[in-house]
């Protein structure tokens, strides 16, 4: 492959220097775009914290299984990727501490990964793949988290509930479509258990999401 300029990392950002205009392997970035997309998925990220937050302050006592969430290095074949951690840093960051604030630290753990599409795209302007955030407290029933997060996302999202795969609970969907940016996410939720995937690839179906998130939760999480 080239070798890039001493100073640049994968994703635009050069060492020690605003990364708007900088020349990247991905071509010059549009900063409205670049911003849009990136408004997308933070507004993702925060619808599921919102709900989280409201079925785990009215949640109380858990039952069943207890369970680990982890950001492993590798998911579902896709690899964890430090220079896109470093691109969504901000978000990611932002929405941890608001999701522990919010529930008075009653989560037992928040984590956090962005995972590399090995077929995205090297035209995107932003590095293509999914942002996982996930974590452990006392969530309640998970029925409710479904409930929640339907009357919270369907006045601007179009929400489906879906299989959740290996390990149970409860599964939903969601496609945020702002200026004709779409960006699909889905989340699932046990008793004492939550995690969400956001794709950064505008244009990917809710069901092609689903389907990642069945794929690599057996990565993130495991029955303790």
């Known amino acids: 492959g080239q070798t890039q300029p001493q100073g640049y990392d994968p994703y635009g950002q050069q060492s020690g220097q605003p990364g708007y205009g900088t020349p ?47 950001a492993a290095d590798t998911a579902g074949g896709w690899s964890r990727d430090s220079a896109g951690e470093s691109r969504f840093a901000q978000t990611i960051n932002a929405q941890k501490n608001t999701l522990q604030s919010a529930t008075g630290n009653r989560l037992e753990t928040v984590v956090s990964g962005f995972y590399k599409d090995p077929n995205g795209s090297s035209s995107s302007l932003l590095p293509a793949g999914v942002i996982f955030l996930g974590g452990t407290g006392p969530l309640g029933d998970p029925d409710k988290f479904v409930s929640s997060f339907r009357s919270a996302a369907a006045s601007s999202c179009a929400v489906t509930e879906v299989d959740p795969g290996e390990g149970g609970g409860k599964g939903v969907c969601a496609e945020a479509n702002t200026s004709g940016q779409t960006i699909a996410f889905c989340a699932w939720a046990t008793s004492d258990s939550f995690g969400e995937i956001v794709s950064t690839t505008p244009g990917k179906s809710a069901t092609e999401i689903a389907a990642l998130m069945r794929k690599m939760r057996p990565d993130l999480e495991t029955v303790k």
């Not at 900063?31 to 990136?38: A, C, M, V, Y």
């Open 24 to 70: 990247t392997p991905y071509g010059t970035p549009k900063k409205s775009n670049t911003g849009l997309i990136l408004g997308i998925v933070g507004g993702a990220v925060a619808l599921v914290i919102v709900i989280v937050v409201v079925v785990a302050m009215a949640g109380g006592g858990t039952g069943g299984e207890k369970h680990e969430v982890v």
